[in-house]
């Protein structure tokens, strides 16, 4: 979010800091996730080419639970 002041907008953020970890699923959790990957490629693969934003909105959900691990 940037800050915004009568006079304009206050820039003085401090550095970028990214973290990377590694998350090791166990046999099940990996099933899951590959699975549910799978579906999504294929359904990404049938929608190539629309652009409306009611039919890409869902998958784009699907994706960002799949990323943050909470489905």
Known sequence: MLCRIKEGLVLSFPPKTV???QCHFDAVERDFYDTFAHK???RLRELKGLTTEKQWCPLMVMLLRLRQGLL
């Open 19 to 21: 973290t990377v970890v």
């Open 40 to 42: 999504l490629r294929a």
